[in-house]
Every structure is written in C-alpha cells, then in structure tokens.
C-alpha cells in the first residue's frame, strides 16, 4: 500500500530520506503516531523522501502491518515506495555478517542469558553490556561447545563507547559492546537490520523515540565498520500516561479504533498531535509551514485517555 504523495513529497527527491519503521506487533497508539508524524515532518521540511519500514523480524508477533499502514495514513502521513519488510531481506544481513566475518569482526558465543546475566564483569561495565566470555575461546573449547548448542555470532567490537549527533540531544556518548550479529536460532537481530535497511535505503535522517537514544551509540559503530554513510539523528520525547510511564494498553483508548468509539475521529486525533507539539490544527502539509526542529517541545507529552 502507498499512500498518495503530497506536493512536498514530489518536489523532495534531492537529499536523502528519513522514514518510519514499526514493528507490526499490535496496533499503533498515540505515542507511536506523534512519533510517525515527527518523522515525516523532520524528513519533509528537510527535503527529504519518507519511507515506510515494517519491521517484522519476529514473523510469529507480525500480525498488523496492514491496520498500522492504514493508521498512518488516516492521520495523513504519506510515503514515497512501497513500505520495505525485514522478513523478506535475510540474505542482506547474513551478507553483511559474512563481510564483517571476512575482517576478523565476529566470533562465535555460547553463552545462555543467565551465563551472561551471572558473569563476571569489569566494575564499570555497562549493565546489560555482554561481557566478553566468549570472545577468546580457543578452537579447541568452541569446538567442544559446539557440541551442546548453536553459537550466536557476537561482533568483536573495538571500542567500548560511540558518539552520535543527534538533532535534539547533541553529542551522545553510549555504550558499545560484543552485541549479536545473528542468534543462535539464525534470526538476525534488530541492531544488525535496522543499520543495514537505513543504508540500502538511501535513509540518512533517523527520527525515532527517545528510548532508543542509547542503542544509537552501537548501531553508528557497527554502520562505521560496514563503511556505510552515517545518518542524521533525532530521538523524540515519549508519550508517557498520567503516571509518568509509556504509554501502554492498559492505558485505555490509546489506538485509532479506541478513540473513533470515544468520538475522536483520525482528524481529530491528528489535530491533537499537532498541539502537543505547538503546532496548529490543519493537513500535514500545512504544519510544514510553521514546523521548526528548535521549537519542539522537549519533555514528554502526558496522555490522558478518554475511558
Ligand atoms: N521498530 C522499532 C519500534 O517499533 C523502531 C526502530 C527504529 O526506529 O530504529 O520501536
């Protein structure tokens, strides 16, 4: 499904693009929606393409890519191709893997999740950092471990901080560590996918929420090692509910279907959105018009839903 192209979209085709990419694992929520609608405004007012990525790495809790598509468009989002699915682009990421296996960057890992949750780590190792068990085992001992479970691939990672820029929190600094380059069931992971489908799609601005600040540290390093073009961040505040917490479903009327049976029709919804982010009612294409990155608000957004 492709939406109709706005006049902007047409004439947007000179600089790169920035894009959306949900997971299709339930319906998309107000959180979500503002998020989408940022992206497309950072990418519009920039001159830049949008595209539409579903990202369904995890085919068992993909069931609602065509209601998420629908939404975004009800809430006037357009796109520029057909949406790309990471079900569907394995042989780009084992690829991939294989070039940064060819430089000496990836090594086979054992380890269950409780080895690595009771490991011994450096004292200043980031929580959840892999600790490195497996990353000098020597032929012998892989050889052995092979015999009781399938390794995952770990990259061997030379640093263990990155700095991305990012339009709305400036230098970042965080963490980077051995992340995995393809479980041990021959699933890739999401940090591998998301680096290789930015790049293979022309995308250079990378608007997203905030939450995933911290996993840009290692996504830009392993796009460094790749030799691909470093994007253009912006990680946009959460929704959060009364309580100060994400938004989540037991939030009540949080998706497009639960607010139309509260009488908030995707217009309305839309118009919502824009306030929250000190723009005015109207289309899309009109709040380009008063659109500006440095006028954002940078604290979250609390939603109280209608019950
Ligand atoms: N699929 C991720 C999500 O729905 C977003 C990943 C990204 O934008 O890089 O939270």
Redesign the pocket.
């Known amino acids: 499904m492709t939406a109709p192209s706005s006049p902007a979209a047409r004439t947007s085709t000179a600089a790169g693009a920035g894009r959306f ?3 299709p694992t339930g319906d998309l929520h107000v959180g979500n929606l503002r998020t989408a609608v940022l992206a497309w405004l950072f990418a519009r007012s920039s001159g830049r393409a949008f595209l539409l990525r579903v ?1 369904d790495l995890d085919p068992e809790r993909s069931r609602t890519e065509a209601g998420q598509l629908r939404d975004l468009a009800a809430v006037g989002l357009t796109w520029d191709a057909a949406p790309v699915r990471q079900s569907e682009r394995t042989a780009l990421y084992l690829a991939a893997v294989a070039r940064l296996a060819e430089a000496g960057r990836v090594y086979e890992c054992f380890c269950t999740r409780s080895e690595i949750a009771d490991a011994p780590r450096a004292p200043h190792a980031p929580p959840g950092a892999y600790p490195g068990t497996c990353r000098n085992l020597t032929e012998a001992e892989r050889a052995r471990r092979r015999q009781d479970r399938p390794a995952a691939l770990r990259l061997r990672a030379e640093v263990d901080h990155y700095t991305v820029n990012d339009l709305l929190h400036g230098a970042y600094t965080g963490p980077v560590d051995d992340l995995v380059l393809l479980r041990n069931d021959g699933a890739p992971p ?1 940090n591998l996918a ?1 680096v290789i489908d930015d790049a293979a799609s022309g995308i250079d601005q ?1 608007v ?2 905030g939450d ?1 600040l911290t996993s840009a540290p290692r996504q830009a390093y392993l796009a460094s090692l790749l030799g691909l073009p470093e994007v253009q961040y912006a990680h946009v505040p959460l929704v959060v509910n009364p309580e100060g917490r994400r938004l989540a479903k037991r939030d009540g009327a949080i998706t497009l279907a639960a607010m139309a049976r509260n009488g908030l029709d995707a217009t309305a919804v839309r118009d919502l959105i824009l306030a929250s982010l000190n723009l005015p009612p109207g289309t899309l294409d009109e709040a380009l018009e008063t659109f500006a990155p440095a006028s954002l608000p940078r604290g979250p957004w609390t939603f109280r839903a209608a019950s």
């Open positions: 990419a949900p997971s990202e999401y998301v990378v997203r929420g995933l």
